[in-house]
């Protein structure tokens, strides 16, 4: 029987508040299971996000949660997309599925690095 392991895969990006224009690099984990970009309280505070919502959600272990979200501006790889942050605590930030997409981005799962998955020119 072969088995793979999958490495951790990180990234930096920048976010901002769009109303403020506070904004701050953060390394994240980058979680294709999470849908959302989390940040932690400390990250909220520093950009002075203001949720607009909550959103429930699934954990992997089963387990319902609700969390604030905030729309942000996020700046990775050369491109850049609004998408929502949670407001969670976690030991780091995470990237999550929708982020990645909105970015044009995918994990490429045979050397662990995110990449491009379309040209920039078709994120509208």
Do not use: Q
Request: glycine share 6%.
């Amino acid at each position: 029987m072969v088995s793979a392991v999958m490495k951790h895969v990180y990234m930096i990006a920048k976010v901002e508040n769009p109303v403020e224009g506070i904004s701050n690099e953060y390394r994240f984990l980058v979680n294709t299971g999470a849908s959302y970009m989390v940040l932690r309280s400390v990250e909220f505070s520093e950009l002075k996000l203001k949720p607009i919502g909550t959103v429930k959600f699934t954990l992997a272990d089963g387990k319902i949660m609700e969390a604030p979200i905030a729309p942000v501006k996020v700046y990775a790889m050369g491109r850049e997309a609004m998408v929502f942050a949670a407001r969670m605590e976690s030991p780091m930030p995470l990237f999550g599925a929708f982020t990645l997409e909105a970015l044009g981005l995918a994990v490429d799962t045979s050397t662990g690095e995110v990449k491009p998955s379309r040209p920039a020119a078709l994120l509208l």
